[in-house]
Structure formats: structure tokens, C-alpha cells
């Protein structure tokens, strides 16, 4: 497993699980340090259980040596946007295929499983092909939080490989046996379909969130109530009320940076056209960063010299992963309009500190509230969902609450003395 971050990592534990042998490779020696000795470098429930039990299955070096023996490669390094503009950063993906070169040979499967801009497994199959070995893209669709979960008993399995490659698909098939058996679809074919899956399977979740929260923006001049609406309109089977949440939108280390480098990819194939949507889904996501700073303002009259409690770090519950966060950013342009940020999170706490140390950090909501003249919840963790509102009132003087993920229920709040403000309803 060539790279062990958050794919890398659950993925080698799994795989060892499964009772394959498994060699993780990673060029941060602290990265490959912290999992030769059992630990995840980052929250993900289940994982570091996993890294326990799997014995001498499952091994961690520096050095792709290790892995010569191996019959199968995977690529699971990250591909983030590039510092430049809003296309991919193929560079660690370029350099372990190189780096893998010398190790291939005739019978070598190298599968990648980043996810890339369409065109990239044919550039690179050319160059496994060089040492007679082969190539297969299998994208990978976990979600932090539930990434053990989603990695041994996956929604579907995609293959993409030459047109007549049987040996690889049978090669994937022996690695996923333990799916297949529980009877996971799957799906075999070419290289650009298979990239695509996963570009355009990111690029519909986040039209589905930027949807619900354009429809929360219109709920806001009209009075309407965007999470009625989304449970009636999820309730058409066509529609579905997975991923309708509306509230401060997605985040993280995937939605944001692959729409924007599928966009850029179109633009590059000349049929920027077509993805031209989703600049507006990526702008409805930004404003709604903003509409919270906005709120709070409104409700406090100014933002200068006060003091916020903000609710929530991580992207998303159930992880400490602040790469785009909205939180995050929600408490950095508080603190930019001149406001005092007291923040909490049960995990997220330590990654936030690294990029913005500015912020009053507390162990616990109670200290995050004390002398606020504000709340806002941000990341949806069951602790905050599950706050007694009178228990908070006493915590605290300040009696507006914001809920930046619509998770709370608004009467208790409003009970206990409140100005209870969430998005797209009243
Ligand atoms: C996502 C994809 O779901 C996964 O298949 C892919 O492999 C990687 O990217 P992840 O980034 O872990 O996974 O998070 P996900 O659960 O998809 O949530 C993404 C963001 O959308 C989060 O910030 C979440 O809070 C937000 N979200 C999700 C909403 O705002 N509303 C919703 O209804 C659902």
C-alpha cells in the first residue's frame, strides 16, 4: 500500500484483517513510526482496534523495498488541490508510480485507488506497462467516520482495466473475495469510466447539499422551513432524503477539492460547459460559511469585542480532520470581524490548534460557554446534539444560539430562554 494516510491506512488495517499480507509504505517516517506501533495518526472509530489484532499480517516501512515481493501495488496517496488553481496535484501519485518501477515485474498488479482526473490511468498504465506489469484503477468511496465499516463491507466495487484484462480482474477478485462472497456488485470496466465514478459520485453529493442549502436560502426570505421540506421531498423514492441536510455544507478533504478539480479537468478536455454547475455549487457552500458570520452578527448587533462559543471543529462528526472545514472557517472570520472565539471539539481540537492557534481552546462545552455572549453549533457531534438547554443556561449568561447544522431541536432551546436562529428556517 503505497501511502498510509487516511485511505492508506484503513485500508492496509482491512486488508490485513482480511487475512492478506500487507506492506504499508509511507515517506513520513513519524506516519509509519506511530502505525508499526499500532496507533492511527488520526480519529477514525475502529481503526486503531484493527491495527492492534493484526499481528505480523500487516507491516510499515519507509522504503518501497519492502513491498518488492508483493504481487499487488496499491496507490492510495493524496492527490489535493494544487497550490496554483483548482486542478489536482498529481505529484505524489507521479512519484510512487515511479518509485514503484523498479519493483515491477511481468505478473504485478499496480491498482490505483486515488482519485484522479480522468486520463490519468491510461498516462500511467503505459508506464506500468513498460516493466510488463499491470494497472487497474478501483476507486474507493469511505467516509471518515465510518471508514473500517465502509472499506470491508464497501456499497460496490468498480474495476477499471484494459479491454480482455481477466488475469487483473480476477487478481481484485481474490483481494475482495470476502465482499464479493457477501454478494457487493461489481462493476468491471475501462480506466476513464472507472475515475469517473468516483469524480462524478462526489460531484453529486455535493449538488445534492448545495441544492438543500440554495433551497434553505430561499426558505430564509419566504419564511418556509428547509427540514420540512427536505423530509417531504425525500420521501419521493426518486429523491431520497439521504444528503439533504441543509445547514453550513460540506467540508473536508474530498467534496470541495474534487469539484473543483473535475471542473478544471473539464475545462482542460474543452467541455467546461458542462461542469459549469458546479461553480455554483461550490459558491452556494461558501455562503453559507458566511450567512452564519452574518447571523451571529445580527443577532449580537456587532461582532467587535465579543465573545462566541463555537460548537464543533472537524468537518464532520465522528473524526478530528479540520481540511476544510467550515467551522473552522466560520471561527477564523469571527476572530477576523474582531471577535473572541472560545471552541470546543471532543476530538478536533489538537489538528484545529496547528492551523489556527488565535483561538481560545477549552476541554469542554461548559468552559467554551462561560462569558459567551454567543453559541454556535458547527459539527453536528452527538454531545452537542444532546446538550440539555436549561443545563447550558445555567453555564452561561448568553442566550442566543446558532445552528449551523439545523441538529437541535428548536422548542427546548427556545424554552429555556434562547434566540434559537438555524438556516433556512424559522
Ligand atoms: C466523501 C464521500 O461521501 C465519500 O464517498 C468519498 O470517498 C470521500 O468524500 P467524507 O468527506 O468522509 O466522504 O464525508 P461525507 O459524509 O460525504 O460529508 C461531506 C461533507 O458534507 C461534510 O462536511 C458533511 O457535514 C456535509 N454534509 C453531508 C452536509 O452538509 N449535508 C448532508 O446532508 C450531508
Known amino acids: 500500500m503505497i501511502g498510509c494516510g487516511y485511505l492508506g491506512a484503513v485500508h492496509s488495517a482491512c486488508l490485513a484483517r482480511l487475512g492478506h499480507e500487507v506492506v504499508g509504505v509511507d515517506v513520513d517516517e513519524s506516519k509509519v513510526a506511530a502505525l508499526g506501533a499500532g496507533r492511527a495518526t488520526f480519529h477514525e472509530p475502529g481503526l486503531d482496534d484493527l491495527l492492534a489484532a493484526s499481528g505480523d499480517r500487516l507491516r510499515f516501512s519507509t522504503s518501497v523495498g519492502d513491498a518488492a515481493d508483493a504481487r499487488v501495488h496499491f ?14 496535484d498529481l505529484s505524489h501519485v507521479e512519484a510512487a508510480v515511479d518509485g514503484l518501477l523498479p519493483v515491477l515485474g511481468p505478473g504485478h498488479l499496480v491498482v490505483g485507488k486515488s482519485t484522479v482526473p480522468v486520463g490519468t490511468a491510461q498516462r500511467l498504465a503505459e508506464r506500468v506497462e513498460s516493466r510488463g506489469a499491470r494497472l487497474a484503477w478501483n476507486p474507493e468511496f469511505l467516509r471518515e467516520g465510518f471508514a473500517v465499516a465502509d472499506t470491508l463491507r464497501p456499497d460496490r466495487l468498480v474495476y477499471g482495466v484494459r479491454g480482455g484484462d481477466d488475469e487483473s480482474v480476477a487478481l481484485l477478485d481474490e483481494v475482495h ?3 464479493l462472497a457477501a454478494g457487493t456488485p461489481r462493476i ?9 465514478v468516483k469524480t462524478a459520485a462526489n460531484a453529486f453529493l455535493a449538488t445534492k447539499i448545495s441544492f438543500i442549502n440554495a433551497m434553505a436560502e430561499i426558505a430564509e426570505v419566504t419564511g418556509a422551513d428547509v427540514a420540512t421540506l427536505a423530509d417531504a421531498i425525500g420521501l419521493d423514492e426518486r429523491i431520497g432524503r439521504r444528503f439533504l441536510n441543509a445547514g453550513i455544507g460540506f467540508g473536508g478533504g474530498c467534496l470541495p477539492k474534487d469539484i473543483r478539480a473535475f471542473r478544471a479537468r473539464a475545462v482542460e478536455l474543452g467541455v467546461g460547459e458542462s461542469l459549469a454547475f458546479l461553480d455554483h455549487v461550490d459558491q452556494i457552500n461558501r455562503r453559507r460559511r458566511q450567512r452564519v458570520v452574518d447571523l451571529l452578527d445580527f443577532e449580537l448587533g456587532g461582532l467587535r469585542g465579543r465573545r462566541i462559543a463555537v460548537l464543533g471543529l472537524a468537518f464532520k462528526p465522528d473524526s478530528d480532520d479540520v481540511r476544510d472545514s467550515p467551522a473552522l472557517e466560520v471561527a477564523r472570520r469571527l476572530t477576523d470581524a ?29 468552559e467554551a460557554v462561560a462569558g459567551a455572549d454567543a453559541i454556535v453549533v458547527v459539527t453536528e457531534w452527538k454531545a452537542f446534539r444532546e446538550l440539555d ?3 447550558v443556561a445555567s453555564w452561561t449568561d448568553a442566550r442566543v444560539i446558532v445552528d449551523a447544522r439545523n441538529c437541535l431541536d428548536p422548542a427546548p432551546w427556545r424554552a429555556a430562554g434562547f434566540t434559537y436562529r438555524g438556516l433556512g428556517r424559522h
Do not use: C, M, N
Not at 496517496?77 to 488553481?85: E, I, L
Not at 472565539?341 to 478536533?348: F, K, L, N
Open 75 to 88: 496507490i492510495a496517496v493524496g492527490t489535493p488541490q494544487s497550490r496554483d488553481g483548482a486542478a489536482a
Open 177 to 179: 473475495a470476502s465482499a
Open 188 to 196: 468491471v470496466t475501462d480506466f476513464a469510466t472507472a475515475e469517473l
Open 338 to 366: 474582531g471577535a473572541f472565539v472560545s471552541a470546543t471539539d471532543p476530538e478536533a481540537v489538537p489538528t484545529a490548534r496547528r492551523l489556527l492557534p488565535q483561538l481560545d481552546y477549552t476541554e469542554s462545552v461548559r
Open 389 to 391: 438547554p436549561r443545563e
